[in-house]
């Protein structure tokens, strides 16, 4: 069975840092390119970043820039999402999800093939 599990999330005060991991079963990461979503309660999801299967291509949504790294170990299966100088607007629930690209990314989920269930991220003093 193909699966994807994100961890990492959790409480954290405006200003503090997090780790995103997504983890894969049954499918082997380093062929997909994996983007990180996140929806906030009452809006659309949005995307955050996204890596290629390679990684030699990245991107982020203009609101994280600066802030947010995501990268790849496809030796351990897994991609990170590190996340510091967090706002209260970032909180959400952040899914990763797969999409068989090599060379570049993107931030259409229509693209996306599998989905993480999803891990909470809230950011409040």
């Known amino acids: 069975q193909l699966q994807l599990v994100e961890s990492g999330g959790g409480l954290v005060q405006p200003g503090g840092s997090l780790r995103l991991s997504c983890g894969a079963s049954?499918?082997?990461?380093?062929?997909?390119?994996i983007g990180w979503f996140r929806q906030a309660p009452g809006k659309e999801r949005e995307g955050v970043s996204c890596i290629s299967g390679r990684g030699g291509y990245t991107d982020y949504v203009d609101s994280v820039k600066g802030r947010f790294t995501i990268s790849r170990d496809n030796a351990k299966n897994t991609v990170y999402l590190q996340m510091n100088s967090l706002k209260p607007e970032d909180t959400a629930v952040y899914y990763c999800?797969?999409?068989?690209?090599?060379?570049?990314?993107?931030?259409?989920?229509?693209?996306?093939?599998?989905w993480g269930q999803g891990t909470q991220v809230t950011v409040s003093s």
């Open positions: 049954g499918f082997t990461l380093a062929n997909y390119a």
């Open positions: 999800a797969a999409d068989a690209l090599l060379n570049l990314c993107v931030f259409s989920r229509h693209d996306y093939d599998y």
